[in-house]
């Protein structure tokens, strides 16, 4: 069993940037595949960015690419989301998750939950 709890949630003015951590707890991270979902009032949770058990393939949803970048320290046990250039529709709770299985079609089917963090981006 892993706890994973997020940490570095706020509020940010659009354009701006913010890094959210992930760590866990309970067990090492280094057997999970990793991942980062969002979700946003009134819509359903979405997939945001996968990163591989070594960190050597990472995965993003087309909204955010070439603006978050995940990573990981499998020694810290702590999955990263480095946000830039923020939007207002970034505006969500992002999830840290976790798999015990190989990132599928470029993302996750999580075993494992964060209690979530709320990014709230303002124009």
């Known amino acids: 069993q892993v706890q994973l709890v997020e940490f570095g949630g706020g509020l940010m003015q659009a354009g701006g940037s913010l890094t959210l951590s992930c760590a866990a707890s309970?067990?090492?991270?280094?057997?999970?595949?990793m991942g980062w979902f969002r979700q946003a009032p009134g819509k359903e949770r979405e997939f945001v960015a996968s990163?591989?058990?070594?960190?050597?393939?990472?995965y993003y949803a087309d909204s955010v690419k070439a603006r978050f970048t995940i990573s990981r320290a499998n020694a810290k046990n702590t999955v990263y989301l480095q946000m830039n250039s923020l939007k207002p529709e970034d505006t969500a709770v992002y999830y840290c998750?976790?798999?015990?299985?190989?990132?599928?079609?470029?993302?996750?089917?999580?075993?494992?939950w964060g209690q979530g963090t709320q990014v709230t981006v303002s124009s």
């Open positions: 998750a976790g798999d015990t299985r190989p990132i599928l079609d470029g993302t996750i089917r999580p075993n494992y």
């Open positions: 309970g067990r090492t991270l280094s057997s999970y595949a």
């Open positions: 990163i591989s058990w070594t960190g050597g393939r990472s």
